[in-house]
Nanobody
Framework: QVQLVESGGGLVQAGDSLRLSCAAS????????MGWFRQAPGKEREFVAA????????YYADSVKGRFTVSGDNANKRVYLQMSSLKPEDTAAYYC??????????????????WGQGTQVTVSS
């Protein structure tokens, strides 16, 4: 069984920075991509950022471009999300995900097979 465990969430003020980490454990698995999604209360889970190991590229939602940076280590199945200039609207539970890395599904929840339990990020104004 594969487990993804996120860490690094917390309560910060607007304008602050925060770094989320995700580590995979369990049986060996291959993934073409790892990424981050978020879900605010009453809203659908939305794409934040992803890194494609096979293409060596990163992807970002428009709402976080220029503020968030995704990086990772495919060999150790770890992915990070550096968040800067945080805004109250960034408040959500953030989920790590791993999947085949299809270019067409990189920003879709259906493109990922494994999910973490989430870590809460709260940004106060």
């Amino acid at each position: 069984q594969v487990q993804l465990v996120e860490s690094g969430g917390g309560l910060v003020q607007a304008g602050d920075s925060l770094r989320l980490s995700c580590a995979a454990s369990g049986r060996t698995f291959s993934s073409g991509a790892m990424g981050w999604f978020r879900q605010a209360p009453g809203k659908e889970r939305e794409f934040v950022a992803a890194v494609s190991w096979s293409r060596g590229t990163t992807y970002y939602a428009d709402s976080v471009k220029g503020r968030f940076t995704v990086s990772g280590d495919n060999a150790n199945k770890r992915v990070y999300l550096q968040m800067s200039s945080l805004k109250p609207e960034d408040t959500a539970a953030y989920y790590c995900a791993a999947g085949p890395g299809s270019r067409w599904l990189i920003s879709q929840t259906g493109g990922y097979e494994y999910w973490g339990q989430g870590t809460q990020v709260t940004v106060s104004s």
